[in-house]
């Protein structure tokens, strides 16, 4: 769906039933529709509705952007799913799934099933119905049973937003009419309510209540610091969101899983990152103590979604016994042609349930981690890993001089030209954009500092000291005291209005061996100038300047970088993470000191680690 007919929509989205009447009413005239359903009736506007020039306006929306094509469902369900409010979507997550990504998880989920009177089907964020669409139109199939019976008895849903168990109502009524059947009203199993409190039995009136064979959907996915006071007070009562700063698609596995009747199936499209993340320890033990028969069928860098950055993959959970986990990473196009035999099966016995599960295609690629992680120490042991600083507003602190003088720095930015005293600032690099020692002095920055270190102790200057002995820089900072306040959504305190967003890495005396977050392969850079600070990226802190150069050249090797991009996170276009979460198992070789030279001196770093760790890299 391109973005005209939503930028048309978006100018009405603070009023729902207007746009959900032109969505309705357009899909209605161009699909020569004639119905008497009393929902469809209800967002019909009529040649003599104040609404009626509107509508004709989005048809002429429509018209130009898809020609003489008539408007189907797949441009219904987008409509409905897009027109959701920004702000809204990063409340509640809110996001479009490909119909070749549900058609494929209903299939899945509804194999070998003997469909009964009490076979039920649930989306617990159905948003705007999609996949319930897809699972009327497969149980339709399957069974032969009218929609009519399908929605009143096998297919439930709920979600938190009253619109979308609207616009879903809307969908799977134009569904059955289009199919013939012309019923005044559906019954539908929808309910407005937060899954993460909802009670399945007060609003079914079925106590207690029976459970589901299948749950099938796409959870939102909102991160912690975009949650309401009240949603993060609800995750509390699931034990898997108990780690790290939760997503909210997390508590949705256990919500499902434990809303299954016995053998029952939850499929999801969910992000990935719960096999490696902190956040995902406590799911990772919960599949465990559970035993579930869980089944991963994971995208790596692929972006499914569009618009939107994030990393997915499919899991199937059934709640029986199994001893592990099934898993590939494919690309989402080829999800048809997987059998079973495809997939790679781990021992939830054989898996580090706290640190991340290491989930791999193929044997040969498992036994190499294996003895990678089995050598030496873990990286984690050795090294000690820094972020770069984050002042959350880095193009106020930060700066490249245009000149200076004894005492100031001058610079321009945000159109105005600017002076701030020398003594304040600190020279700072941004270590994702290294490639070469050469680079340390030709991307050099300035970065105002309001700190004094002392001690290996980190204080901020107090407020009448800062305006007294560094005029220039307060009154620089001050003309932007509006928008420094915006960090973090104006809902923290800082120790002062100046005070960096963070306090991380303000002091990182040493050397230091830099490198990207994210890259397609890492470049290694050391710096030897202790009071150089960074932004993005990651550093190696040492005091022993051996030590830096013998790890660089063991993580500058195709060893390395096989391990690192077989246990990694995958980003689009083949970019990989180097955060600590997936350098902390790689095993360092135990050098002896000789060893260590011999690294330093030979040509063929390969070949000699290779010897070190008893294995063929095969590149």
């Known amino acids: 769906m391109q973005k005209n007919s939503y930028q048309y929509l978006s100018a009405f989205s603070g009023d729902a039933h207007l746009v959900d009447s032109l969505i309705t009413s357009a899909f209605i005239r161009l699909n020569g529709l004639q119905t008497a359903n009393l929902l469809l009736q209800n967002y019909l506007i009529g040649d003599d509705s104040p609404h009626h020039d509107t509508l004709t306006g989005f048809l002429g929306t429509i018209a130009a952007q898809f020609g003489t094509d008539i408007l189907n469902f797949e441009h219904l369900i987008e409509l409905f799913e897009f027109v ?4 809204e979507k990063v409340v509640n997550g809110a996001v479009y799934t490909p119909a070749y990504i549900r058609e494929y998880i209903v299939q899945r989920t509804l194999e070998g099933a003997d469909i009964g009177e009490d076979y039920r089907l649930a989306d617990i964020a159905c948003g705007c119905g999609g996949f319930l669409l897809t699972a009327a139109q497969q149980l339709h199939e399957r069974t032969g049973l009218s929609y009519a019976d399908i929605y009143r008895r096998h297919l439930y849903g709920v979600d938190i937003m009253s ?28 309910f407005e309510g937060n899954s993460l409190i909802f009670d399945w039995g007060l609003a079914t009136g079925e106590q207690p209540f029976a459970g589901f064979d299948v749950v099938v959907g796409n959870p939102p996915y909102v991160a912690s610091r975009n949650m309401t006071a009240e949603t993060l007070a609800s995750l509390e009562r699931w034990s898997v969101a108990g780690t790290g700063h939760p997503d909210l698609y997390i508590p949705f596995f256990q919500i499902g899983f434990e809303l299954l009747k016995p053998r029952g199936i939850l499929g999801l499209i969910t992000v990935n990152t719960f096999i490696k993340s902190i956040n995902g320890r406590a799911l990772r033990q919960y599949f465990a103590d559970e035993q579930a028969d869980l089944v991963i069928i994971n995208f790596g860098g692929e972006q499914v979604f569009r618009d939107r950055n994030t990393y997915t993959c499919l899991c199937f959970l059934r709640r029986q016994a199994a001893e592990g986990v099934a898993y590939i990473r494919c690309d989402s196009q080829l999800i048809g042609e997987l059998a079973d035999e495809d997939l790679l099966r781990f021992d939830y016995a054989e898996l580090d349930h706290p640190g991340g599960w290491n989930l791999v295609n193929t044997l040969e690629i498992q036994a190499f981690v294996n003895q990678v992680e089995g050598t030496g120490r873990p990286f984690k042991q050795l090294y000690v890993t820094k972020n770069g600083i984050a002042t959350l507003k880095n193009d106020i602190y930060k700066f490249t001089p245009t000149g200076e003088d004894a005492d100031y720095y001058y610079f321009q930015n945000r159109g105005g030209e600017h002076q701030v005293e020398k003594r304040i600032c600190r020279d700072i690099v941004n ?14 920055e300035k970065i105002i500092f309001p700190y004094t270190v002392a001690s290996g102790m980190v204080s901020i200057l107090p407020e009448p000291v800062f305006r007294a002995d560094y005029p220039q820089a307060y009154a620089y900072l001050s003309a932007f005291r509006a928008e420094l306040a915006t960090r973090d959504k104006g809902r923290k305190t800082y120790e002062a209005w100046y005070a960096y967003g963070r306090r991380q890495s303000m002091d990182v005396r040493g050397h230091k061996l830099f490198f990207p977050h994210i890259c ?8 030897q100038e202790p009071e150089m600070l960074f932004y993005n990226g990651i550093a190696i802190v040492s005091e022993n300047m051996r030590e830096l150069l013998v790890i660089k050249k063991v993580l500058e090797s195709a060893l390395f970088f096989k391990y690192i991009s077989n246990s990694t996170k995958d980003y689009a276009s083949g970019y990989i993470s180097m955060s600590r979460n997936y350098l902390k198992n790689f095993g360092v070789y135990q050098f002896t000191e000789e060893e260590k030279t011999q690294l330093l001196e030979t040509e063929d770093t390969e070949a000699f680690l290779e010897q070190c760790y008893g294995i063929v890299i095969n590149i």
């Open 84 to 87: 959701v409010s920004p702000a």
């Open 163 to 190: 619109y979308s168990i609207a616009r879903t109502r809307i969908l799977l009524s134009l569904w059955a009419v289009c199919a013939g059947e012309e019923e005044p009203v559906f019954d539908f199993q929808l």
């Open 431 to 444: 270590a994702n954009k290294l490639r070469t020692p050469g680079d340390l002095a030709d991307r050099r």
């Open 520 to 527: 397609e392969r890492p470049n290694f850079v050391i710096c």
